[in-house]
């Protein structure tokens, strides 16, 4: 039986930064580090070049190494408030000096020096106008690596990693079990593609397995009575815009984070993930289940006339409920089933007439959709309607800052499911019940993005080697 000294379940941020500071603080430790997709330089999502999902299984834009993050639009926010809960487990002044190493990190390994919203006049105009109409801006420095710089930064750390002594990486392994003998890890149970599973010794399991892995993570919680609680189930659309009505935001800002509270049901609206002259795009998790996202690269050369992002509606279910990421899937499935599998977009115009977006007037629509695949349609059918008329009430609410917004040939593609609801209690440095067993990053519902999830592998490293 092989035996390491830590076993990271996971190859996204989180679990590579658990990497990197373990082999910088004591490179004498054995590391495997495991993921069900492949190595970076075998990743390649088909859809990107032929415009159509082959179904990869597993999907190569959710898993591999760096995860969804090697295709993403690359947004480090640089802020504690933005992309997770880790103040719930240290101090806000802590929070930001992990920010700051982890985003040193990322810059020593090739990431852009630019830093957008940082000390700009305009953005305290841009709040103070947001204030007008009850809208929270969230001022948050962005360090865009874009879908390009993203990837090579990533690939850097593999590079880097693979190169040192006592480091090894595993693609296409699954993690079956985690061995536990009376509240101690153990070891693991692996599973490679093609070959019989495997068990490996060691003393430290990391579970790192980012929103595709949060079912894994949740099941492994239950089989060893670890408690979880239910995080926010965010749901919502991508919307898409002509860069001409978020220009005066995104170009000082990069990235409006805007929070409205809807008048009819006061949800929580937020604005995410937002892709200047970006691309709309389609994911897959496991099952085939489809979902919309978007990214941007850092290169002019490259951008569109349009602008994405997300706008997602927060709802925080209390018991009996106790199946929050379920609850998205259905959603999700819900539009894939009218859709014949793929995503769904609908103009505004057509939303706000209750009438269905069929394919003579999406070809009128003054904004041209990027996501060339995606089934014009009815949301209506597909999303709650407090979730619905909380999208509708904020969308008007943000057109004061960003006239052009409330317009008939908005398109709204749905659905964006983020599957980080299911929270598994950790101490302060992300170790559960079971002592040995770490849960870090978005599949254990602490994180929401690329910045913090670095963090908590940063603090999980430190942790052991301590």
Avoid at 133 to 159: D, Q, W
Wanted: hydrophobic share 40%; proline share 4%.
């Amino acid at each position: 039986m092989k035996q390491y000294d830590v076993v990271i379940v996971g190859a996204g941020p989180a679990g590579i930064f658990t990497a990197i500071e373990l082999k910088r603080r004591a490179p004498e430790k054995t590391v495997l580090l495991i993921d069900e997709g492949s190595e970076i330089d075998h990743r390649a999502c088909p859809a990107r070049k032929t415009g159509k999902c082959v179904h990869c299984d597993p999907c190569n834009i959710m898993s591999g190494w760096s995860g969804a993050g090697a295709f993403s639009d690359g947004k480090l926010s640089l802020s504690e408030e933005v992309g997770g809960n880790i103040t719930e487990y240290m101090s806000v002044d802590k929070a930001r000096e992990l920010i700051a190493y982890a985003d040193s990190i990322y810059t020593d390994f090739g990431a852009p020096d630019v830093v957008h919203g940082l000390h700009d006049k305009r953005v305290e105009e841009i709040e103070y106008e947001c204030s007008r109409y009850n809208i929270h801006l969230v001022k948050c420095p962005v360090r865009h690596m874009g879908t390009e710089y993203s990837f090579e930064t990533l690939r850097a750390m593999y590079v880097w990693l693979i190169a040192q002594e006592g480091f090894t990486f595993r693609q296409h392994t699954r993690a079956e079990q985690i061995l536990i003998e009376g509240g101690v890890v153990k070891g693991v149970v692996l599973h490679t593609r093609g070959e019989e599973p495997e068990t490996v010794a060691a003393d430290v399991v990391v579970a790192a397995p980012g929103r595709g892995g949060a079912d894994w993570l949740t099941k492994v919680a239950h089989e060893n009575d670890i408690a979880t609680r239910n995080n926010e189930v965010d749901i919502g659309v991508r919307v898409e815009v002509p860069n001409a009505v978020m220009d005066h935001l995104t170009k000082p800002l990069y990235e409006a984070k805007m929070i409205y509270y809807s008048d009819t049901f006061e949800n929580k609206v937020r604005t995410f993930c937002m892709n200047p002259g970006g691309i709309v795009s389609e994911e897959h998790y496991e099952g085939g289940l489809a979902v919309v996202n978007g990214h941007s690269y850092h290169e002019a050369a490259r951008r569109t006339t349009n602008t994405n992002f997300a706008m997602l509606v927060s709802s925080k279910f209390t018991e009996p409920f106790n199946n929050p990421i379920e609850y998205g899937q259905y959603i999700a499935q819900l539009s894939n089933m009218l859709t014949g599998g793929g995503i769904m977009v609908q103009r505004l115009g057509d939303l706000l007439q209750g009438r269905r977006t069929d394919a003579s007037r999406l070809a009128r629509s003054t904004t041209i959709p990027t996501l060339k695949t995606a089934v014009p349609g009815d949301l209506s059918f597909v999303l709650p309607h407090r979730h619905l008329t909380s999208i509708v009430e904020a969308l008007k609410a943000f057109d004061h800052v960003a006239p052009g917004l409330y317009s008939k040939n908005t398109l709204l593609y749905g659905v964006e499911v983020k599957f980080y609801s299911s929270k598994v209690e950790v101490g302060d440095h992300f170790e559960s019940a079971v002592k040995g067993l770490y849960a870090i990053g978005d599949g254990a519902g602490i994180t929401r993005g690329l910045m913090q999830a670095s963090v908590t592998g940063v603090v999980v490293a430190r942790d052991i080697v301590k």
